[in-house]
C-alpha cells in the first residue's frame, strides 16, 4: 500500500530564511509525486511534481523539491520564504500500481512565516 | 474558464439527514475524484470516477454515493449524515486517460457539520 509520511506537522520560519519540508514515501514501485498548497480557506494548487528524468523538480513561487529513490523521499525547499508563502503544504504520491491519478496524501505541513 | 465548482460553500446537518454535495468542471476533464480532509488527517479519496459512466471506490466510501452525471458534474451523496462525517470536502478533477498522470485540480471546498 502507499503512504506518505510527512513528519513536521508545523514549521515556524522567518520572513527571507530558508526551509525544508520534510515528506517520505513507502512504495515498492515506481511512483510519480506531488507537492500541493493550500492557503486558507481554498482548495489545493500544484507547486510540482515528480513523473520520471531529472531528480530536482522546479515549481512554482520559487520552491523546488528533489526525488531521492534510495532514501524514498521528495524533500521541498525554497531559499528565501514570504510572508505569503504561510499555508499548508501537501506531500502526494501516486503509483501505476494503485492507479496513476489516485494520489496519496500525507497529513500535512503548516508553514508559518513570521515577519 | 470557472475550474472546479462546488456547491454549497457551508452546510449544517441533523444525523440522519440527507444531502447530495454538487461539484462540476468546465476544463473537458476525463477524471473527477471526492476527498474529505480532516485534521491532522490529510486529504483521503472517497470515491473517484476515472471516465463518464464509471465510479470507483476510494479509500473510505462507507456511508457515501456518488453519481457521473455526465462529463462535467459528479455528485457525492450522503444518505443519512453522520456526526463522523463532519469534514472538509473537495471535489477535483483531472485529465486523465490511460497510462497518463495528470495534475488534479481543485475546487474551494464544501465545510459540512453533521450535529
Known amino acids: 500500500a502507499q503512504s506518505v509520511t510527512q513528519l513536521d506537522s508545523q514549521v515556524p520560519v522567518f520572513e527571507e530564511a530558508p526551509v525544508e519540508l520534510r515528506c517520505n514515501y513507502s512504495?515498492?514501485?515506481?511512483?510519480?509525486l506531488f507537492w500541493y498548497v493550500q492557503y486558507p480557506n481554498q482548495g489545493l494548487q500544484l507547486l510540482l511534481k515528480?513523473?520520471?528524468?531529472?531528480?530536482l523538480v522546479k515549481g512554482i513561487n520559487g520552491f523546488e523539491a528533489e526525488f531521492n529513490k534510495s532514501q524514498t523521499s521528495f524533500h521541498l525547499r525554497k531559499p528565501s520564504v514570504h510572508i505569503s508563502d504561510t499555508a499548508e503544504y501537501f506531500c502526494?504520491?501516486?503509483?501505476?500500481?494503485?492507479?496513476?491519478?489516485?494520489?496519496?496524501f500525507g497529513t500535512g505541513t503548516r508553514l508559518t512565516v513570521i515577519p | 474558464n470557472a475550474g472546479v465548482t462546488q456547491t454549497p460553500k457551508f452546510q449544517v446537518l441533523k444525523t440522519g439527514q440527507s444531502m447530495t454535495l454538487q461539484c462540476a468542471q468546465d476544463?473537458?476533464?476525463?477524471?473527477m475524484y471526492w476527498y474529505r480532509q480532516d485534521p491532522g488527517m490529510g486529504l483521503r479519496l472517497i470515491y473517484y470516477?476515472?471516465?463518464?459512466?464509471?465510479?470507483d471506490k476510494g479509500e473510505v466510501p462507507n456511508g457515501y454515493n456518488v453519481s457521473r452525471l455526465n462529463k462535467r458534474e459528479f455528485s457525492l451523496r450522503l444518505e443519512s449524515a453522520a456526526p463522523s462525517q463532519t469534514s472538509v470536502y473537495f471535489c477535483?478533477?483531472?485529465?486523465?486517460?490511460?497510462?497518463?498522470?495528470?495534475?488534479?485540480?481543485f475546487g474551494p471546498g464544501t465545510r459540512l457539520t453533521v450535529l
Open positions: 476544463m473537458n476533464h476525463n477524471s
Open positions: 470516477s476515472a471516465s463518464e459512466g464509471t465510479t
Open positions: 515528480y513523473l520520471s528524468g531529472s531528480t
Open positions: 502526494a504520491v501516486s503509483s501505476s500500481l494503485t492507479g496513476a491519478n489516485n494520489l496519496f
Open positions: 477535483a478533477s483531472s485529465e486523465g486517460g490511460r497510462g497518463r498522470i495528470n495534475e488534479q485540480f
Open positions: 512504495s515498492s514501485v515506481s511512483v510519480y
